[in-house]
């Protein structure tokens, strides 16, 4: 039976778990360059987890200079199985206050200065990313949230802007116009890159502050903004603890089959792909290149 390997992305107060055990550092190499840190392997209640610092333990990587396709094939090395993003959010709903959680399950891309996938020239793929995220994994977040006592939205789409600047007052108006119910600035190419790697993927946006287009955004001050995120990286920690045993040891697959998305994927001839890039693909595409 498959076990369950549980990968966390998310920031040093995430992976600070009471009860996590045989907890070690390790690093781990990849062909796309250096990860974001070393990951801690460990677990929790008969869960092995895995947690990846997205920007490095000192917060060292802007969210542009972060390596996305190291940090997913370096998860995808250390055996996991299923991965939960959590990321620190601006919201564009009154209905989402600051400390408030969203379980993601759309995204739209503003990004433009990332690599977004792991296939390129001499290795042509196309995968599906209609439904970003796993179904299964956000019905196990939003249930876990609701039992921590957690203010929790289930559903929201993830507006990923580049950054590292915020908004302007006009872009914030326009991409609440879209509908857009939260504002971040790593969400993407993380959950593309995710669906390339056949993992199942999640993302718990955890709101900190208004984005611009609040009338009362210009009265929010730093010391307000840090209280709110010790108090996100409190519940965050809570919510993992509480979404582990929920998954449990023994895993189920994906109800929309993300495990097997590679399947149909590859366009280019196999005479004719680039064998560098053929080789750098062990990891993230190993399953149907061995095939």
Not at 64 to 91: E, F, H, P
Not at 183 to 208: C, D, H, N, Q, S
């Amino acid at each position: 039976m498959a076990q369950t390997v549980l990968g966390i992305i998310g920031g040093s107060g995430v992976y600070q778990i009471d009860g996590l055990k045989d907890a070690e550092w390790q690093r781990v190499a990849t062909p796309w360059g250096e990860a974001s840190d070393d990951i801690l392997f460990g677990s929790l209640d008969g869960v092995e987890m895995r947690f990846l610092p997205r920007h490095g333990r000192g917060h060292v990587h802007s969210p542009t200079s972060i390596n996305y396709r190291a940090n997913i094939d370096a998860m995808k090395r250390a055996g996991v199985t299923d991965l939960i993003s959590v990321s620190a959010c601006g919201s564009f709903r009154e209905e989402l206050p600051p400390g408030h959680f969203v379980v993601v399950d759309q995204f739209i891309d503003r990004t433009f200065a990332r690599e977004k996938s792991f296939f390129g020239p001499g290795f042509v793929a196309h995968v599906s990313l209609a439904h970003p995220t796993c179904a299964r994994l956000d019905a196990a977040l939003f249930a876990a949230a609701q039992e921590v006592g957690l203010a929790v939205t289930k559903g929201g789409t993830y507006l990923a802007m580049e950054g590292p600047q915020f908004s302007t007052l006009a872009e914030s108006r326009l991409y609440k116009s879209w509908g857009c119910s939260v504002i971040g600035m790593t969400g993407m190419p993380e959950a593309k890159l995710a669906r390339e790697a056949e993992l199942p993927y999640a993302l718990v946006a955890m709101v900190t502050d208004y984005d611009c287009w609040h009338p009362d955004h210009d009265h929010v001050t730093v010391d307000q903004v840090v209280k709110i995120l010790g108090q996100n990286a409190d519940n965050a920690r809570a919510l993992v603890k509480r979404v582990a045993p929920k998954l449990g040891p023994a895993r189920t697959p994906s109800p929309a089959g993300i495990e097997r998305t590679l399947d149909t994927a590859f366009i280019t001839a196999p005479e004719k792909r680039d064998p560098e890039l053929f080789a750098k693909l062990d990891a993230v595409a190993g399953r149907v290149l061995k095939a």
